[in-house]
């Protein structure tokens, strides 16, 4: 038998199952890839890299969601690139897309001109920290199928899963050429070999970076589930509860945004088949759901009984292991680490030694010659857990001037939504009391305030027209999120912060259903008689929520900029607004469509219109813009500006 077939057949029955990403860990419910594999969104990450360092992971893939083409499975694996880099946020499927391609090379279904193909866990990397080169760690990885074969004479291809978990990851970016850990400089020789390499979506980057000499590559993201996939997921994985699932997933936003990621997906069904009463799984808000699943693993794996969860949080014994865990999660995470000692866990944890066994579920314990390592089953578990401690003893002002607790803001404020069906309730009081606990207020302090005049609005339309987005502060989404997850009414301070300042809300591609909820819950509150909102709608078709927001918004904008003519069905704008701007440069519109806008253009007092270069119907638009009773009026096409229908008139009436 050679050595090719030798290595398949290893494949073939080591990893034709893998483990679920759900618990328990220490028994985890073993499923056939092959069987029950669904289709993952490959998307081209080019354009995602450039903001990968900088924009939060989880937000960004949630923006993302439906904005890239879809590259097909086999497609990303047969690209003849020496190296593939997939990237991802926690949970996304990027083990399962790796498990299932070498499983299809075993099955010689891909990679056909590969003789050997060699999948490596980089967590398990800490094992062989005295290896030097790639050829001992895999004749030490794989001791048992290659014996004293020579690698160098066949066509090779490296498999790296989770470079992110590499305990040295920070040595092998900086490119050191001689660290002083073996292990790094074995794997400063990937570039030597053809490479499929996957990891978070930031760590990724950063490693690409320190390839800049190589051109030959091929960089995608792994984005979860699409509606055809979740859908597939529900039928081929879920026995029992199939239309409690669908359910609440339909009547849920974040449910249905957080559905796209197989490792909350897997979960909420788990959750679903195993609360039998409705009401016991609350997933209003993203913090709800990450409540839900806390609970879940200690009520099913970790005190391994079916106690409802009100009587498991009376006992002050659990009381303070949920602290104690929510302690370690609160100091590792601000000190950006995600993998730890055991001397760490004794200095954070109290009594660890006697509850080391009941920590399994919560973090997971990783086994190396050279001792025990530790880290969380899941980053959003460590962010939920360090937002738990937070809230219970970290004051407001202490969490505003911490950049790396910004992530777990919405999931702080979160905590004190007063929902009584919620888990929440049994989060919010761990013993300590906290006075200056974080509020909304300490939130919508970081937002600038002040208004847009009429430069600062053009200038945020030309500043994006070439990417086809909007300026729209990350503190005003950070906000909003925040206030959503608190499920909170105006205070009369938050009502004198939010007239102070502008609120841009826009509808687009990409936007999720998570995200809009947020943005109605905010709009709907919104009481005043000044207009502060500024709404862009730059989309041709919306569902149900999208449209009702964009009629909220239109009663309380001062402005509206739209992209795309509103299909909006018999609704109409029922009062004026300041301004209104038909923003048609990027995209060329049809006549008919452009007929569309017409009926916006007596419900504003200002109106501004930009023509795409193309545009063949100049006398319609000088016709259609007739009788209006405006203050201001402007028409821009191809660089000349219209202050005035008279003006327009002689572009209008010479273009044919």
Known sequence: MNLSTSLKKFYLKRYEKIDELRPPLTSPDSVSILNRFVQLCVVDAVELQLDAVYIHDKEQLLRKQSSYKPTPYNEVFENKASLILISGIAGIGKTWLLRKCVLDWSNNLLLKDIQLLFYLEARRFIQYQNISTINELLKLYYKDVLNDCDICNYST?????????????????????????????????????????SGRIRDISQYQNTLLDCNDKLNVQVIGFNEEGINAYIENNVKEKKDDVKRVLKDSPIAKAMASIPFYLSLMCTIIANFTQRNDCSFLTMTDLYASIFFYFLQKHINKNNKPVYKMMEDESNKRFVFDICKVAYHLL?????????????????????????????????????????????LTIMEFCASVYAYNNISGKVIMDNNILRNC????????????????KFLTDLGN????????????????KGHSNECTVQIKIEINTKNNKFFITNTQELFIECFYESQSLFTDEIKASIVERDWIISIEDGKTSYQVSCDTYFVNLINSDKRVIHL?????????????????????????TLFYPCEMGEWK??????????????????????????????????LIIYLHDESKYLRKVWKWTGNLNLRVFMIAFRGRICHSRKEFKKIAIQKK
Not at 433 to 448: K, W
Not at 536 to 560: G, M, Q, Y
Request: aromatic share 10%.
């Open 573 to 606: 704008l029922s009062n004026k607004i300041k301004r209104l701007t038909i923003e048609c440069r990027m995209h060329p519109i049809l006549k008919n469509e452009f007929k569309n806008f017409v009926p916006w253009f007596n419900m504003c007092e200002e």
């Open 536 to 560: 862009f709608v730059h989309k041709k078709l919306f569902s149900e929520e999208e449209k009702n927001l964009i009629k909220k918004c239109s009663t309380k904008a001062v402005d509206i």
């Open 157 to 197: 291809m490296l498999v790296i899963d989770g470079l992110d978990e590499f305990i040295y990851l920070h040595e092998l970016l900086n490119n050191s050429s001689q660290s002083q850990y073996s292990i790094v400089n074995a794997l400063s020789e990937l570039k030597n070999y053809k490479a499929i390499i």
């Open 334 to 378: 601000n000190q950006s680490k995600i993998i730890f000692s055991s001397d760490e866990m004794k200095s954070l944890f109290d009594d660890f030694n006697k509850d080391e066994d009941r920590l399994f579920g919560f973090i997971e314990k990783i086994e190396t010659n050279l001792g025990c390592h530790y880290q969380f089953v899941h």
């Open 433 to 448: 009391t906290n006075p200056e606990q974080l509020t909304l207020s300490n939130v919508c302090d970081i937002i600038p």
């Open 409 to 424: 803001l919405p999931m702080i404020c979160g905590l004190s939504n007063k929902n009584k069906n919620s888990f929440l």
